[in-house]
Nanobody, 123 residues
Framework: QVQLVESGGGLVQTGGSLRLSCAVS????????IGWFRQAPGKGREGVSY????????SYADSVKGRFTISRDSTTNTVYLQMNSLKPEDTAVYSC????????????????WGRGTQVTVSS
């Protein structure tokens, strides 16, 4: 059974930092993409970042470039999203998803999703 469990969300002030974790089980990461997506109240879901587990390449949305960093720990099957210099507009539910290599920003390609973790940035 495939499971993705996010953790690390919370309430933080503008300019603060959080590190989100996505623990993956029951899914082989070695030929996959892991993506982080977010959904703010009243808005559609948007891609934040993804990592190609096979070659370690990463990509970021323009809105978070230079502030967020995605990384992986293959020994624990965990993907992280380090979020620095947080802004109120980063407030959203953040979810991780797993899909085959090449899923990139394409949400329909991601087969498995976590339930999400709330990130709230106060002004």
């Amino acid at each position: 059974q495939v499971q993705l469990v996010e953790s690390g969300g919370g309430l933080v002030q503008t300019g603060g930092s959080l590190r989100l974790s996505c623990a993956v089980s029951g899914f082989r990461l070695d030929a996959s993409d892991i993506g982080w997506f977010r959904q703010a109240p009243g808005k559609g879901r948007e891609g934040v970042s993804y990592i190609d587990i096979n070659d370690g390449s990463t990509s970021y949305a323009d809105s978070v470039k230079g502030r967020f960093t995605i990384s992986r720990d293959s020994t624990t099957n965990t993907v992280y999203l380090q979020m620095n210099s947080l802004k109120p507009e980063d407030t959203a539910v953040y979810s991780c998803a797993a899909g085959p290599y090449g899923s990139t920003w394409n949400e329909p390609y991601y087969d498995y999703w976590g339930r999400g973790t709330q990130v709230t940035v106060s002004s």
